[in-house]
């Protein structure tokens, strides 16, 4: 069976969402940032990966090409 560690995606997205919130992000925007960095790379499997995406997706939506 799956390895008990792993949380479940939702609960991964749903916590970072929490963390981006307090960082001052609307939560519509939050769930939309968490989605598309699921969406790129789906074997994250805890929080932090998920964040590290998603600051890498930002960093790359600010910086001109």
Known sequence: GAPEAA??????????????VQLEYKRTEAKQMVKSALERNPKIASVE?????????QKLAVEPV
């Open 49 to 57: 990966e998920l964040l590290n995406e998603v600051y890498r997706q």
């Open 7 to 20: 949380e479940a995606p939702s609960a991964i997205a749903d916590e970072a969402v929490a963390v981006l």
